[in-house]
């Protein structure tokens, strides 16, 4: 079975520009979640999907972060502009429809803003 | 609010010695926990979980895990290690809503094991 597929791994861009993540979640599963992994710190969620529904996206900085999940299977997560400090590990995860699952991660995209 | 404690930023373990990796978590109710290891530019790996039941909980690699209620703790244990076990831990937990819903998981900010030979 495949895993969570993130493309691409790494990615170095100048600030200001726009950049853009893309994530394959595990075939069945419904629930799709961004996260965001600073160095030296666990990952922080960004925006959870449940099929192509946005459910939460509280902690997704707006104004300059946009995601969507059409179709309610593969997930695009945008950053335009962006600035010197998003400069992390973005990483996607999906879990299975049934309540309390684990996610699934995928190996991540390195994003380096210079 | 809830949060998630790893109270050790880094620890340092001999090869073939034993291993306890410590976490708190703090919320009104039981979460479902889970450890999580990460390898140098890698995604994460789930390690073990716990939603019920027997409280000492088995995983992958050797590893497992007991949840104390009274300290609100689920501290990851190995009674030896492997120079291959050198990584980024991570313990999360997942706060369930009283309809059965939930947010995404909650991270602590990880243990950095170190292996001496």
């Known amino acids: 079975e495949a895993g969570v597929v993130q493309s691409p791994r790494y990615k170095i861009i100048e600030k200001k520009q726009p950049v853009a993540f893309w994530c394959n979640p595990i075939?069945?599963?419904?629930?799709l979640y961004w996260y965001r992994q600073n160095l030296g710190q666990g990952p922080e969620l960004l925006i959870r999907?449940?099929?192509?529904?946005?459910?939460?996206d509280s902690q997704l900085p707006k104004d300059r972060f946009s995601a969507e999940r059409l179709k309610g299977v593969d997930s695009t997560l945008k950053i335009q502009p962006a600035e010197l400090g998003d400069s992390a590990v973005y990483l996607c995860?999906?879990?299975?429809?049934?309540?309390?699952?684990?996610?699934?991660f995928g190996q991540g995209t390195r994003l380096t803003v210079v | 609010a809830q949060s998630v404690t790893q109270p050790d930023i880094h620890i340092t373990v001999s090869e073939g010695a034993s291993l306890e990796l410590r976490c708190n978590y703090s919320y009104g109710a039981t979460p479902y926990l889970f450890w999580y290891v990460q390898s140098p530019g890698q995604g994460l790996q789930l390690l073990l979980k716990?939603?019920?039941?027997?409280?000492l909980v088995q995983g992958i690699k050797g590893f497992e895990a007991e949840f104390k209620r009274s300290q609100s703790s689920f501290n990851l244990r190995k009674p030896s290690v492997h120079w291959s076990d050198a990584a980024e831990y991570f313990c999360?937990?997942?706060?369930?809503?009283?309809?059965?819903?939930?947010?995404?998981?909650?991270f602590g900010k990880g243990t950095h094991l170190i292996i001496q030979p």
């Open positions: 995860a999906s879990s299975p429809p049934s309540g309390g699952a684990e996610a699934f």
């Open positions: 716990y939603f019920s039941g027997d409280t």
């Open positions: 075939s069945g599963h419904n629930t």
């Open positions: 999907y449940e099929n192509e529904e946005a459910v939460d």
């Open positions: 999360a937990v997942l706060f369930m809503y009283s309809g059965g819903g939930a947010d995404g998981l909650t």
